[in-house]
């Protein structure tokens, strides 16, 4: 599962980076995105399908259902022209000139757009895979309410403000950016902005009104950051890395959800649960002051020609 998602998300934005300009990308990534959180939503019943069939059966249908998915996108899927053709002749090369890719390697870590870049993604990740892990739970704890009620209000509270989001940012980016060339910085600045509140107010909140509440804001603006990263990043990396510089940035975050859960755990251990959720605000406004100060894009498609 980890390879596939691992092959999957950098190729796949990256892909969809081609095909849309300016005046489309920040939409159709959040497009795309809507399906990852609808995904999740349909994921929260997984027990529920379990129940009424077995979970052998469960995995078994999902794995068909994927196994014919990819032999349909293995007909239909084709890169855009343009850059299927500068594949070719990028692998008609010679030896000497194929070094370029370490070359390549050197630019994407020697930009300290990249490394911002990589800080602005991982800071919000900590949140992000908080609420995934953790966030039925802090529903349980919140509002008295058994685990069989929490786990879908949660899931399906995040899910559709997220789809929301993701929607709404990729319009408003696209809108933005023609007038101002940080406008895909600034929405995403937007949506970070919109997770601090709501990070204090699930920490601390008691009431049914104010965590799902909370929750709401939290999506819609995780909604607004994760439909603008790959959009941002193509300002700063030009189109041969962006998959790979993707690629860094998605083991990144997951390295973080993975160290945010365990930690998450020990607060719950240590009854100071909501505290830990707080906690996480300070950190995601600290990336959101460096990303509104050092990121200063010039154009809306960085090449190597721009850098020169």
């Not at 300009?21 to 019943?45: D, E, N």
């Not at 685990?147 to 879908?152: E, H, K, L, T, W």
């Not at 995601?284 to 100060?293: D, G, R, S, T």
Request: aromatic content about 12%; hydrophobic content about 50%.
């Amino acid at each position: 599962m980890g390879v596939s998602e691992a092959l999957y998300i950098p190729a796949g934005l990256s892909l969809i980076a081609d095909y849309h300009s300016g005046k489309s990308r920040s939409l159709a990534v959040g497009i795309h995105m809507t399906g990852l959180y609808t995904g999740q939503a349909i994921g929260g019943f997984g027990a529920t399908v379990a129940a009424a069939f077995s979970w052998n059966t469960t995995f078994h249908w999902f794995g068909i259902i994927g196994i014919v998915y990819a032999l349909l996108l293995m007909i239909f899927l084709k890169d855009k022209k343009s850059s299927f053709a500068e594949t070719k002749t990028e692998s008609s090369a010679s030896p000497k000139e194929k070094k370029s890719l370490f070359k390549g390697l050197g630019m994407l870590f020697s930009n300290l757009s990249f490394w911002i870049i990589l800080l602005y993604f991982a800071a919000p990740s900590l949140p992000g895979w908080a609420t995934k892990n953790w966030l039925p739970t802090l529903f349980a704890d919140s509002l008295n309410i058994p685990m069989s009620q929490a786990g879908p209000i949660a899931t399906i509270t995040i899910a559709v403000s997220s789809f929301i989001g993701v929607i709404a940012g990729g319009i408003l980016s696209d809108k933005w950016v023609q007038k101002n060339i940080r406008g895909r910085v600034y929405t995403g600045a937007i949506g970070l902005g919109m997770t601090i509140p709501s990070l204090l107010l699930l920490g601390y909140g008691s009431g049914l009104m104010s965590v799902v509440g909370a929750a709401l804001c939290f999506g819609i603006g995780y909604g607004l950051f994760d439909a603008n990263n790959m959009p941002i990043l193509c300002q700063f990396v030009p189109k041969n890395l962006r998959a790979t510089a993707y690629g860094f940035m998605n083991m990144v975050g997951v390295l973080a959800g993975a160290a945010i859960t365990q930690v998450l755990g020990k607060f719950k251990d240590h009854g100071n649960f909501g505290f830990g959720f707080a906690i996480l605000s300070v950190i995601v406004l600290l990336a959101l002051v460096i990303q509104l100060y050092f990121l200063k894009p010039t154009t809306n498609d960085f090449t190597e020609i721009n850098e020169k």
